[in-house]
């Protein structure tokens, strides 16, 4: 199949961007992210600059993998990762545009590529268990319920993408956030500093620039792992009965 | 009391306000329309008229009537100086958007806002105004006598273009609404598999029950004047 690709083209962080127009021949088999691979061996058999985009597992797992495609994070296919859409989704003569995601917190690094440590650096706040555990126990030593370990456990799916900032109107981190928050506070062993994380993690956000949530929804639409914005309700939760109850 | 600041400054507290106000301001509709559905009786007004001496005159609905401005003014301002952030946090447009990726309404709160701060400036500068300024009509019941509201009301809903600009604003109000009711729930943390439908289905008949009974008033005097 023949394709038109509108690709957003921009130097570096400080450089003006702008779209340009390419021309692919792809294969209805590929990846998205193998059309791309193809249009940059062309270019760079014609001696010009690759475009330069993020991917790493192309498993759909590991989260590297962005793209605004047609307006959408990970585009058009519910619940999928750029790497795991297909070009037989696409038919011959399809115009298809190819952003980078847009949020303040997520600078642009160079075409397709954005910096996206802002969530690294809120999971460094608070988002991990720190009491000391022990040694491994038996998978079943602690009991929990069937219904909260699956809540949990679709909390954990979040793959940490941006998708969720990529999305939103406002540039807002909540989605992301209030995963990370959910699937530890829902179990037992994240239960204990519950408290303090939710108030840590959500101070890195405001302070890494991420916008505010008006539950527009965009975030669980474009989810490649369609998280919930019931976790955004349980986030916004857990920070006021944490910041009403507090001491300090 | 440095708690009180950074709960309130955070980006979940701005939102508390906005919810808390929000909902609040709904439950001033709900009265407020109480209230003005008298214009509907069919007395000659005096029943409007005497209610509209006992809330100018109360000092109790006083203080609580200056409690609502302070309120629909944090509620209008915050509101505008959170979606001025929110606008610089996304920092630049797609070229392409992506259509149903939420609701019209709730994307465009702060310009539904604005329109109905404009529509509220109308409204009070035609009736709360006048009432103010002591220049209306005098009407007598029983030997009491009163501002005639209820005359001033007849008179400016007579004109088709306040009419007008009242259905815009009610129209901008019931979309504001729409989100804004259900919404506040969810930024409050209330969500609940067996509760929130309901809370959405009260959500959509308030948003556009409330509007609408509202929107009878001027459409009704209009009529019976025209």
């Known amino acids: 199949m023949k394709l038109k690709l509108q690709v957003w083209r921009q130097k570096n962080k400080n450089a003006k961007g702008s779209l340009k127009l390419y021309n692919v021949e792809a294969d209805e088999h590929m990846s998205f992210l193998e059309m791309l691979d193809v249009l940059n061996e062309q270019l760079i058999s014609d001696k010009s600059d690759p475009i330069a985009f993020d991917h790493d597992c192309r498993e759909g797992i590991c989260g590297s993998c962005s793209l605004v495609i047609d307006g959408r994070p990970h585009g058009p296919q519910q619940g999928t990762t750029t790497c795991q859409l297909h070009m037989r989704h696409y038919k011959d003569g399809d115009t298809i545009t190819i952003e980078p995601y847009r949020a303040k917190a997520f600078p642009i690094v160079k075409d397709l590529v954005t910096q996206r440590t802002a969530y690294d650096k809120i999971i460094q706040a608070g988002g991990y268990v720190s009491v000391n555990t022990g040694q491994a126990v038996d998978g079943n030593a602690i009991p929990i319920e069937g219904g909260i370990a699956a809540k949990a456990f679709d909390a954990a799916t979040c793959i940490g993408c941006g998708a969720c900032a990529a999305a939103c109107p406002n540039g807002s981190a909540m989605l992301f956030t209030s995963a990370k928050i959910a699937h530890l506070s829902l179990l037992p062993q994240g239960q204990i500093e519950h408290k303090s994380r939710v108030r840590k993690m959500v101070a890195q956000m405001d302070k890494e620039g991420f916008g505010m949530c008006s539950n527009v929804g965009a975030c669980e639409v474009d989810c490649p792992k369609e998280i919930s914005t019931d976790n955004i309700a349980r986030l916004n939760r857990e920070y006021l009965s944490a910041s009403l109850g507090a001491e300090d | ?226």
């Not at chain 2, 609580?64 to 001025?84: E, K, N, P």
């Not at chain 2, 009407?139 to 501002?147: A, I, L, M, N, S």
Request: aromatic share 14%; with cysteine; net charge positive.
């Open chain 2, 1 to 226: 009391m440095r708690w009180i600041i950074n709960l309130l400054t955070s980006s979940i507290g701005l939102k508390l306000v906005m919810s808390l106000t929000g909902l609040f301001l709904c439950t001033f509709l709900l009265a407020h329309l109480a209230g003005n559905l008298q214009l509907l009786y069919n007395d000659g007004g005096e029943a409007f008229n005497l209610y509209a001496k006992f809330m100018t005159g109360n000092p109790l609905i006083k203080f609580i009537s200056y409690g609502l401005y302070t309120l629909i003014l944090l509620h209008a301002v915050q509101g505008l100086v959170l979606a001025s952030i929110n606008k610089k946090s996304k920092g630049s447009k797609y070229a392409v958007s992506a259509k149903g990726n939420g609701s019209w309404a709730s994307k465009n709160m702060a310009l539904l806002g604005t329109l109905i701060l404009f529509f509220l400036l109308i409204h009070m500068g035609d009736f709360w105004w006048a009432m103010k300024r002591n220049n209306l009509e005098y009407v007598t019941y029983d030997g009491v006598e009163v501002k005639n509201l209820y005359k001033k009301v007849q008179i400016s809903f007579k004109e088709w273009y306040i009419v007008l600009a009242y259905m815009v604003g009610l129209f901008a109000l019931a979309l504001h609404l729409l989100h804004g009711f259900s919404s506040a729930f969810q930024t409050l943390g209330l969500r609940h598999k067996k509760y929130t439908p309901i809370i959405k289905g009260i959500g959509y008949i308030f948003s556009i029950l409330i509007p609408i009974a509202f929107a009878i008033i001027p459409i009704a005097i209009f009529f019976s004047q025209n």
